[in-house]
């Protein structure tokens, strides 16, 4: 494992919960194949249940969350 994939699995759930960082490591999506994140206190999570059984967890950013509470 290269150090670059080390860094990464060493920080899995901060960089899963800071779309910044994530960005910045060019890393578009970090989760598993069921919903899964480890929340942290103070940030929004989105859950959504699709009509097939399955569902989504996502960190909800600034701009979304403005968007949700609008409507």
């Known amino acids: 494992m290269s150090e670059f994939e080390q860094h990464i699995w060493d920080d899995f759930w901060t960089i899963a919960n800071d779309p910044v960082k994530a ?8 989760h ?3 919903a899964s994140i480890r929340v942290q206190v103070g940030k929004k999570y ?3 249940r699709r009509s097939t059984g ?9 701009d ?8």
């Open 46 to 48: 989105q859950l959504k």
């Open 32 to 34: 598993g194949n069921a």
């Open 54 to 62: 399955e569902f989504s967890l996502r960190l909800m950013d600034d």
């Open 64 to 71: 979304a969350l403005k968007v949700v509470c609008s409507n």
């Open 23 to 30: 960005e910045e490591l060019g890393i578009r999506a970090a």
